[in-house]
């Protein structure tokens, strides 16, 4: 099967990428990770650890959070995913206020960070390591205590947390997360923005424009003010490349709009502006 047959984007399989730099002249970059690649967030959150919450984008929680209660339920008893949930910022928050949180992370570091980080505040978070490409198993293997696949109301991947393990498994995905949640339930995703990729390329950094895919050296920031590069691959989707992404895996779509870190309630449903760096989509599994 190939990734246009499974939902993917039609040439992955044998396509050549056109890259370009951010003066619009060709260029290359490393070859983009199959979907069988470790996850690149691992090692990332393997360095920065406890470190991660002083990234810059890690400091919009409040704002976010009441943009998502406007948009899907989250009271009292509420079951959400948190899908690439890092040191669990969101479902920390959440947790004050009587939803139950399980949240999933590729990188065991930030796991840690997100447990003891609950131990601090006296919230109850249930966190797990797993690869967002592996959902179902790593659900059905934490035991009763968890919802399973199927148990949850609210799934969300914020922050592209979920879909940063390589480009081309974004379908599969996406899929999982669909399958997490019950008939009727919610399912939000923040995605890289092509034009927002496209229109601020920095130097050093690749855009390809046939897959729609931005290569970056990326400097992350971890403990004792210690530095280190990583490659970064972003797989950057328009409004309705976004839209088909989600129905493509069965899910019914309401709202895209432009948003950012920190600003998820900066645009009304439809808006969405060329200097939005992320799409912010919002649908249901059918009933």
């Known amino acids: 099967m190939n990734p246009s047959e499974s939902g993917g984007r039609e040439g992955w399989a044998s396509g050549e990428p056109s890259w370009r730099d951010h003066l619009d002249r060709p260029t290359e970059a490393p070859p983009t990770p199959d979907a069988d690649a470790p996850a690149a967030y691992g090692p990332i959150g393997a360095f920065q ?3 991660y919450r002083r990234n810059a984008f890690a400091h919009g ?11 899907v339920p989250l009271e009292v008893g509420t079951r959400v995913l948190d899908v690439g949930c890092a040191d669990a910022r969101h479902l920390r928050r ?4 009587g939803v139950v949180g399980v949240g999933v992370d590729v990188a065991p570091a930030l796991i840690g960070a997100g447990r003891a980080a609950a131990h601090r505040e006296g919230v109850e978070v249930e966190l797990l390591t797993g690869d967002a490409r592996e959902l179902t198993a790593v659900l ?10 199927g148990g949850f109301d609210v799934v969300w991947s914020l922050c592209q947390g979920a879909l940063g393990t390589s480009p081309v498994s974004d379908p599969g995905v996406v899929a999982e997360l669909a399958a997490a949640v019950r008939p009727g339930g919610w399912v939000v995703v923040t995605l890289f923005h092509a034009l927002f990729a496209a ?7 690749a855009f390809d424009t046939r897959h729609l895919v931005h290569h970056q050296r990326s400097e992350v920031r971890g403990p004792d003010e210690r530095r280190r590069e990583f490659d970064l691959w972003t797989a950057a989707y328009t409004a ?3 839209i088909r992404l ?4 069965g899910l019914t779509v309401h709202s895209v ?13 439809g808006e969405v502006a060329l200097d939005d760096p992320e799409l912010l989509l919002v649908a249901t599994r059918p009933a």
Not at 61 to 71: G, H, I, K, S, V
Not at 140 to 149: I, L, M, Q, R
Not at 257 to 269: K, S
């Open 49 to 51: 650890g406890e470190a």
């Open 61 to 71: 929680t409040d704002e976010e959070l009441a943009a998502l209660r406007a948009l």
């Open 94 to 97: 959440l947790a004050t206020a």
């Open 140 to 149: 059905t293997a934490a035991g009763a205590a968890t919802p399973g696949p």
């Open 199 to 205: 229109r601020h390329l920095a130097p050093g950094d």
């Open 240 to 242: 309705r490349e976004g």
């Open 246 to 249: 989600l129905t493509d895996a």
């Open 257 to 269: 709009r432009g948003a950012e870190p920190g600003g998820y309630g900066r645009r009304t449903a």
